[in-house]
């Protein structure tokens, strides 16, 4: 399937454009590479299970025992201390060198950051803290600071938020190490990253129920994006966003007949859902997922069909550094993807790229495009190719390999007509980079999350 010549050139701007707008021609036939079936009919056996529960439970339980980018909660202790806490405090508070503004054009001069710096209060901190345990109840931004405030590097570009890290989806269990003066926000601990959220995100609770929630959760969000049912008398639990990967405890006694916030619990799954109540504290509470909803009674099958399938979802949707706009990032989107196959993955792509519990292949600087090539022909699809500081997936080859990535450009090209991606797209790696640098020489890692597909010599 090679790309035709009057095509090729144009291939940052097609990705960007629905298949029906182009030239009316049918789906089937216009750039078929957009489609997650054209790669899934491509793989040998794709359906194939390559990783049973059991096995998916050991590789979780490698992750958390060898990265030393994952925590445990279940495993924390009881008490911390102090240096180990600021220590974090200070890695996350860092900010880019140089100046920097917020969104509405303000320099960000010194003023600004003595109040960011007196908000830490790491001089109150005692000796050791005791960690008290939430569950997010809603989908939370994760900051280097505890400010809403957003921090560019340069004016003109206001889609890179350099304050914002990642987010929480509903139910996410955390720690609590410490907060602001004014109690508005928590330094947490979560199972892949820490960072300050906003109290009235967090619901706190006992911490055997709080980890033990995330333990019996069961109902996987397989689409890209669900809600809970709207309630009018309820707007905490009404209409929240479930991102991929979002996990709820279902309560499968539950009566048909026993209504749920005033509605029939026939045509949903009932899940209980983490609440914040008027002090703060935890409640679980009966919500409704719609049974046309796209979700999962447990993870999906870890097959590399899966993979794609889920991967193609986002297809189109704009980036968001740091799950910032209600999306992700290129570590974000591929976590996100093998999260809904129930497989806990590091959430930056320099974890991921030396991750201890990953398989990967190490591509020295010193290899030749040849070597580098050869070594590119044995990916599967869902295998990962990594630059260090971008990652992509593999989705399958032809005339080379082809990725499914998050991206914030294409390839810088004289054809003033190749648009910035700013989103998920697929395309040949070998035009996948943003900054005009050879993909296939920046290569420095290949990682493979699912096993290969055992194979019998006839």
Not at 274 to 293: F, N, Q
């Amino acid at each position: 399937m090679a790309i035709p010549r009057l095509i090729a050139p144009l291939l940052g701007v097609a990705m960007a454009l629905p298949v029906h707008a182009i030239g009316g021609a049918p789906e089937s036939t216009v750039m078929p590479w957009l489609h997650g079936d054209h790669w899934i009919a491509r793989i040998p056996a794709g359906e194939d299970v390559l990783l049973d529960a059991e096995a998916v439970a050991r590789a979780n339980r490698r992750m958390l025992t060898t990265d030393p980018s994952i925590t445990d909660l279940a495993s924390l202790a009881d008490s911390l201390e102090r240096d180990d806490i600021i220590r974090r405090i200070d890695r996350r508070a860092r900010l880019p060198e140089g100046s920097l503004w917020l969104d509405d054009g303000t320099v960000v001069d010194g003023t600004m950051r003595r109040h960011w710096e007196a908000r830490l209060r790491r001089e109150s901190l005692p000796a050791r803290i005791t960690p008290r345990y939430a569950l997010t109840v809603r989908r939370a931004a994760v900051r280097r600071l505890p400010v809403r405030d957003r921090v560019l590097t340069d004016p003109s570009s206001t889609d890179i938020d350099h304050l914002q890290e990642t987010a929480f989806f509903p139910g996410t269990p955390v720690a609590i190490l410490h907060e602001t003066s004014d109690g508005a926000w928590q330094f947490v601990l979560g199972a892949t990253y820490d960072g300050w959220i906003e109290t009235e995100s967090l619901a706190c609770g006992d911490r055997d129920v709080v980890v033990g929630y995330a333990a019996g959760a069961t109902r996987t969000i397989t689409g890209r994006r669900e809600e809970t049912v709207f309630v009018p008398t309820l707007p905490a639990i009404s209409d929240v966003a479930l991102d991929m990967g979002t996990c709820l405890v279902e309560r499968r006694e539950w009566p048909l007949t026993l209504p749920v916030n005033g509605q029939s619990a026939a045509a949903a799954t009932v899940v209980d859902f983490p609440a914040r109540g008027p002090d703060g504290s935890l409640a679980l509470v009966p919500v409704l997922l719609p049974l046309a909803a796209d979700s999962h009674d447990g993870p999906l099958p870890a097959s590399r069909a899966n993979v794609l399938r889920q991967a193609f979802k986002f297809l189109g949707e704009r980036y968001g550094w740091g799950h910032d706009f209600g999306g992700r990032d290129c570590s974000g989107f591929v976590s996100d993807v093998y999260r809904s196959l129930g497989l806990l993955l590091p959430r930056n792509a320099d974890d991921q790229a030396t991750s201890p519990a990953l398989e990967r292949v190490e591509v020295p600087p010193e290899w030749s495009r040849e070597q580098r090539l050869d070594v590119l022909k044995s990916l599967e699809p869902g295998d990962l190719v990594s630059t260090g500081r971008h990652v992509m997936m593999v989705v399958g080859h032809d005339e080379g390999p082809w990725i499914i990535h998050d991206t914030r450009a294409t390839r810088p090209s004289a054809d003033a007509s190749v648009a910035a991606a700013n989103g998920v797209v697929v395309q040949p790696l070998v035009t996948a980079l943003t900054d005009g640098t050879d993909p296939i020489a920046a290569i420095t890692s290949l990682i493979r999350v699912l096993p290969p597909r055992r194979t019998t010599d006839p």
